[in-house]
């Protein structure tokens, strides 16, 4: 074969994807995405291509090129991009044409900041400290409704003190720290104190070395109090203390006694996203809280891990009326060992 005879097309993949990489991503995808030449759909549809869009340091979009980013390209690919670089004009029409759920890195340029606090009125974030917490509610974010955070470390912070507003627009807080923490009185519960006008609260902490266990009393009094509109309060809270064993130990049981005289008392927890539940390894007491209609709703669980002689003490050898309706729904129940279930697993568990 003659030099000149060479085609682009006659180049291996690892040869093209080269030289594909030499150019920038946004025009590679206007050119090569969708052109009706499935080997190189397919190269282009390679994360190297996808996964980081810059609007912004790419040559001149024309309305053309931009057009058919919106209409075709993005609504084809957009579960593949994890990070935007975006500016003003664009922003709003390029989210617009996608889902984006591996959405990881948003990058704005040339925006007023009274518009971006415009924009974002819902947040959804991994954040490594409280005070990463702490600064975006610093009075910046207005008009923020919905914050749901993850938290890696809680400690003291200087900036709970520093701003005690309350925070107005605030109709939904969702708090996950899974790590020990030691400073929730003077961190925690202040910041709850500002969110006076919370509709929905959700918190999973697990507080240590603390002189008294978080109970009903406690969160009525120290917070709930403060939230009027509050109508839905879901909750993991565990409370980890070195105790003398002179002292009375406190029962599961003394713990929700002390929600009784509250207005949240027997309270039936939805868990109305939860489609898989691995309860193997923890006490019976889990299990009865997770399965029984009176303390849990479970709607969609469809997979269900679990011991099976625990199952067996729970239902009351499958006949308990109480939990067979969070079971009734589950398609794949997985015990410890392999087993052969009896008529009865399957009349208890009739999606089986």
């Known amino acids: 074969m003659n030099q000149s005879d060479i085609n682009f097309l006659d180049l291996p993949n690892e040869m093209l994807l080269i030289i594909l990489k030499k150019l920038d991503n946004i025009d590679v995808l206007y050119s090569l995405f969708g052109i009706n030449n499935k080997r190189l759909d397919i190269l282009v549809q390679d994360g190297v291509f996808t996964n980081n869009l810059n609007f912004v340091t790419t040559s001149l979009i024309t309305d053309e090129k931009f057009d058919r980013f919106c209409t075709y390209i993005l609504p ?9 670089i975006l500016e003003a004009t664009s922003m709003e029409r390029i989210l617009l044409a996608g889902d984006y759920p591996n959405l990881t890195y948003l990058e704005l340029f040339n925006f007023k900041q009274e518009k971006v606090f415009h924009y974002f009125a819902a947040l959804c974030i991994n954040m490594t400290h409280i005070d990463d917490c702490l600064s975006i509610l610093d009075g910046r974010l207005k008009q923020l409704t919905t914050f749901i955070v993850q938290i890696n470390c809680i400690s003291d912070s200087p900036l709970i003190s520093r701003n005690m507003d309350e925070l107005h627009s605030l109709k939904y807080f969702s708090l996950t720290c899974y790590e020990y923490f030691y400073n929730y009185d003077d961190v925690v519960v202040p910041l709850l104190r500002r969110m006076t006008h919370l509709e929905k609260l959700t918190l999973y902490l697990r507080v240590r070395n603390r002189s008294s266990f978080v109970n009903g009393t406690h ?7 403060h939230m009027p509109q509050l109508h839905t309060f879901i909750f993991y809270i565990s409370t980890e203390n070195n105790i003398n064993e ?46 029984l209609e009176t303390k849990a709703h479970l709607p969609r669980l469809t997979e269900l891990k679990v011991s099976y002689d625990q199952l067996k003490m729970v239902t009351m050898n499958f006949t308990r009326d109480a939990t067979r309706r969070n079971c009734s729904k589950v398609k794949r129940l997985i015990v410890e060992e392999s087993t052969v279930f009896s008529k009865d697993v399957y009349q208890y568990f009739p999606s089986l």
């Not at 006694?257 to 539940?277: D, G, K, M, N």
């Open 76 to 84: 084809r690919s957009h579960h593949c991009v994890k990070k935007l």
């Open 219 to 225: 969160l009525h009094n120290e917070i709930l109090v």
């Open 246 to 291: 002179s002292v009375h130990r406190i029962s599961n049981d003394d713990i929700q006694q002390t929600f009784t005289h509250t207005r949240y008392a027997r309270t039936v927890i939805e868990y109305s996203h939860l489609i898989s539940l691995d309860i193997t390894s923890v006490y019976l007491d889990y299990v009865a809280q997770f399965l």
